[in-house]
């Protein structure tokens, strides 16, 4: 617990904790060095998934659009560890993802023989992201046939 004065009225704060640590004092330093990563991530998704511009009227609408905007959260950090991670577009927060790349053109289909991924060529993150969408995909699928940059669209 944690007191203390504003505008002559003593706040109580409560914290509560699985550590086990020899004094309060001890747990107040690694509390209050935890940093801002919490607030920074929340901030990214809302820019990165535009959470902040939508709500539902019904509440049933709501948490399934938290959700899906959930599953959308897992699903972009899962292709940045697997699908971006040592390219030149590891950088990319998740607006400049969703925005920059996710949104180019192209065409994913499945034929016998595997996966096609076709991209727009004149693109500029084209030709690198196809690569990381097949290391992406060679992951999770059995066959990943071609992957290429489409020349028309």
Not at 52 to 60: P, Y
């Amino acid at each position: 617990m944690k007191r203390r004065l504003k505008d002559g009225q003593f706040l109580h704060s409560y914290y509560v904790s699985t550590l086990s640590l020899p004094s309060k004092s001890s747990f107040q330093r690694l509390y209050d060095a935890r940093g801002g990563a919490e607030v920074e991530q929340f901030r990214n998704d809302k820019s990165g998934l535009s959470l902040e511009a939508r709500r539902k009227r019904s509440f049933a609408g709501q948490m399934g659009y938290i959700l899906l905007t959930d599953l959308a959260h897992n699903l972009l950090a899962d292709f940045v560890h697997r699908g971006l991670e040592g390219s030149s577009l590891a950088g990319f927060g998740p607006k400049r993802i969703v925005r920059d790349l996710l949104n180019i053109p192209g065409r994913v289909s499945w034929h016998e023989n595997g996966l096609q991924i076709d991209l727009l060529t004149q693109n500029q993150f084209s030709e690198e992201l196809v690569m990381c969408l097949e290391r992406y995909c060679s992951g999770g699928f059995e066959r990943l046939e071609t992957a290429s940059v489409c020349t028309k669209k």
